[in-house]
């Protein structure tokens, strides 16, 4: 059972490109989010998805955008890359709104 | 969702039994109380969640509150591998997923 699946694990991108952060869940789960993870800070909420075709925005949504076709993928797209977003980014999926999420391992993304 | 406090940091024992406390002084009547952590260089992993009576897992334990307040997560004897930052958050079925906020958490450093 591979749980939450996060491609790709590093990447390096130039000011102004894009780019597409994957994820995928083999546990038909509702339930998607997106997160970032600044260094030494907590997790903040990018996007959620409570279904396929239905996403919503979280804290802070700015400067990327989401869509969810199918139950199991919820890309995450970065349309012009700027430093501010250099972070990790964690993607996780659950049951229901209430319940555990399962967090995948992470995509490490620099932007210089 | 409701805000959680929790200590900075704290420090144990190896093998000794761990009580990390987590305040939520404006709890309602629909949110749970989750706990997670986040091991160095990973993804935030469950740990246990709980409503009203105190809860058992193989990981943990989970004490709340008569008047829900506060809870504790108890670690029953301390391992170099619980090293971690521990999370408390409260989630509402009510609440879709908007804003489900780790905080910054308690960092548990577990000495030998």
């Known amino acids: 059972n591979a749980g939450v699946t996060q491609t790709p694990k590093f990447r390096i991108l130039k000011i102004g490109q894009s780019m597409t952060l994957q994820c995928a869940q083999d546990m038909n789960h509702n339930y998607m989010y997106w997160y970032r993870q600044d260094p030494g800070m907590g997790l903040k909420l990018i996007y959620y998805?409570?279904?396929?075709?239905?996403?919503d925005k979280g804290e802070v949504p700015n400067g990327y955008n989401v869509s969810r076709s199918t139950t199991e993928d919820f890309p995450l797209r970065l349309e012009l890359a700027a430093p501010s977003q250099t972070s990790v980014y964690f993607c996780?999926?659950?049951?229901?709104?209430?319940?555990?999420?399962?967090f995948g391992d992470g995509t490490r993304l620099s932007i210089l | 969702d409701a805000k959680t406090t929790q200590p900075n940091s704290m420090e144990s024992n190896e093998e000794e039994p761990v009580h990390l406390p987590c305040n939520h002084s404006?709890?309602?009547?629909?949110?749970?109380i989750h706990w997670y952590r986040q091991l160095p260089s990973q993804g935030p992993e469950y740990v246990i969640h709980?409503?009203?009576s105190n809860v058992n897992n193989r990981m943990a334990s989970l004490a709340i509150a008569e008047d829900r307040k506060s809870s504790t997560l108890i670690l029953h004897r301390a391992t170099l591998r619980d090293a971690a930052v521990y999370y408390c958050?409260?989630?509402?079925?009510?609440?879709?997923?908007?804003?489900?906020?780790f905080g910054p958490g308690t960092r548990l450093s577990v000495l030998p």
């Open positions: 996780a999926s659950s049951w229901a709104s209430n319940q555990p999420q399962h």
């Open positions: 709980g409503l009203t």
């Open positions: 404006t709890i309602s009547g629909t949110d749970y």
């Open positions: 958050i409260l989630r509402t079925s009510d609440n879709y997923g908007q804003n489900f906020v």
């Open positions: 998805s409570v279904g396929a075709g239905i996403t």
